[in-house]
């Protein structure tokens, strides 16, 4: 798609329902859902509800008509979309990203375009990170979203003078719930807690499930080409979180818990141990922990790795977190494949892995 035409006024002002025959969708947009699980479905945003989330983002990171967004995800998802959506409401510079993805080639397209501001997912980050480039002087910020970016990376790409800022979003909510701060990138990186954007409450639940509430929700879902409209001011998500004042510290997916000789154990916060014990030598698309499913414990543990990926990183990564780890978060013995079930933004597709990994045994 050109996502210039996301960036005119007569795209925007088009009230022709996303679904057809349903006016209730007149001026909407529909996105597929970019989640790890779940049951496929997409999201009904309206563009008022696309253009207030974009507006938020810019004041935000401080972009004005002299800024310039680069775009350099696909705009079928919400996080793409925003880019250009932020240019239109900015009345900034746009340009698009049409090379297939190479950290230099990108680094020179950002240079040559004079780009202010992105959005990124953590592998392009680390991809970055790997080309040793140094960031050009017109990037002002680089929000990452569509996952953890660990706290090694983050602060290497601040180090190289890539000015990245942690965010946590979802498509329900038309782009980003809660990002990090410009003035964040004095300071060394760290992933967490991020200030939620001001146009957003949140509230936490007995069980950890995080309840958003803003003008920038979604109007309601299309499954099998059939709309149900959000019945409520308040939507529960299906993540976990933590809150401190409007500190946002995003905990996984409540349906990536998994039983364990009958302990809940989270595989992403498992990850998320590895790459830290690794001290910056595993990359979120290096790795993955399979959970699969077993007679006797309900599931068995299982580090996945690329078959790129050093041996010896592995081994003396997996020693020390076997050393730490109670024994129902002990892992089993290491799989090396040569690819691993991720989705179009980086995402670990669970289901696809624990597949992949049963069907070796």
Not at 99 to 123: G, I, K, M
Request: net charge negative; charged share 20%; glycine share 10%.
């Amino acid at each position: 798609m050109d996502a210039t035409l996301l960036t005119r006024r007569d795209f925007w002002d088009d009230e022709t329902p996303a679904l057809p025959g349903d006016p209730r969708l007149a001026g909407h947009v529909l996105f597929e859902t970019s989640g790890s699980s779940g049951v496929p479905k997409q999201v009904a945003l309206s563009k008022s509800a696309l253009q207030v989330s974009a507006a938020a983002v810019n004041r935000h990171l401080g972009v004005t008509a002299e800024s310039c967004w680069g775009l350099a995800l696909p705009t079928r998802h919400v996080g793409g979309f925003g880019v250009a959506a932020r240019a239109f409401e900015a009345g900034c510079r746009f340009h698009q990203f049409e090379s297939r993805w190479d950290a230099e080639t990108f680094a020179n397209w950002l240079e040559e375009n004079e780009v202010t501001h992105t959005s990124l997912v953590p592998t392009q980050v680390h991809d970055l990170v790997a080309s040793g480039r140094i960031a050009p002087e017109s990037l002002k910020a680089i929000v990452v979203g569509g996952g953890h970016l660990d706290r090694q990376t983050g602060q290497r790409a601040r180090e190289l003078g890539w000015p990245v800022l942690a965010s946590y979003g979802m498509t329900e909510a038309g782009s980003q719930i809660a990002t990090q701060e410009p003035a964040d990138l004095g300071s060394p990186y760290e992933p967490a807690p991020i200030p939620l954007l001001p146009i957003w409450d949140a509230r936490v639940g007995e069980d950890g499930a995080l309840s958003i509430s803003g003008p920038a929700l979604f109007s309601g879902y299309v499954v099998g080409g059939i709309f149900t409209p959000r019945a409520a001011d308040w939507h529960t998500t299906s993540d976990r979180a933590e809150l401190a004042g409007r500190g946002l510290t995003p905990l996984g997916r409540l349906d990536s818990l998994v039983k364990v000789l009958g302990e809940l154990v989270d595989p992403e916060a498992i990850e998320r141990e590895l790459a830290l014990l690794s001290n910056g030598r595993l990359a979120h698309s290096d790795f993955a922990v399979a959970a699969v499913p077993d007679e006797r414990t309900e599931h068995r543990l299982v580090p996945v790795f690329l078959a790129t990926v050093d041996p010896r990183v592995i081994e003396t990564t997996l020693a020390c977190y076997q050393r730490l780890a109670p024994g129902f978060r002990r892992l089993g013995p290491p799989v090396r494949v040569d690819f691993l079930p991720f989705g179009e933004l980086g995402k670990i597709r669970r289901k696809a892995l624990a597949e992949m990994i049963r069907n070796r045994a």
